[in-house]
């Protein structure tokens, strides 16, 4: 007797860069049904930016470039921000040249 483990699955496309999978939002999976024919959405395929998790690099896909990967998404980590290069005091005002 065997039994049949459904492993999870999700929709995403290649990052350009990293080469890592990134899930799309439902919003974009909504606009490319799975029934569509291959020369039917060639013809509508539209494009949509997203950050890879991995690397944090955003790139532009397009609808067609969508595909089922196995296993469970990453979650995006924010990068950490940099401090500013030039702090000013709360009192004083960076003073710029009058014409």
């Known amino acids: 007797m065997t039994t049949d ?11 350009l860069h990293c080469k890592a999978a990134i899930p799309v939002p439902a919003i974009v999976r909504s606009r490319q049904t799975p029934n569509e024919s291959v020369e ?23 609808t067609r470039e969508i595909v089922d990967f196995d296993g469970t998404p990453e979650t995006m980590v924010a990068p950490e921000r940099p401090a500013p290069l ?4 709360q009192d ?5 040249a009058k014409a």
């Not at 483990?5 to 990052?15: L, Q, S, W």
């Not at 039917?40 to 397009?62: A, D, I």
């Not at 030039?86 to 005091?89: A, D, Q």
């Not at 004083?92 to 710029?96: D, L, Q, S």
């Open 5 to 15: 483990i459904e492993r999870p699955t999700f929709r995403g496309v290649e990052c």
């Open 86 to 89: 030039h702090w000013y005091p």
């Open 40 to 62: 039917s959405s060639q013809g509508k395929s539209q494009v949509f930016n997203l950050r890879c998790p991995n690397c944090h690099k955003e790139k532009p896909y397009r």
């Open 92 to 96: 004083g005002m960076a003073r710029t």
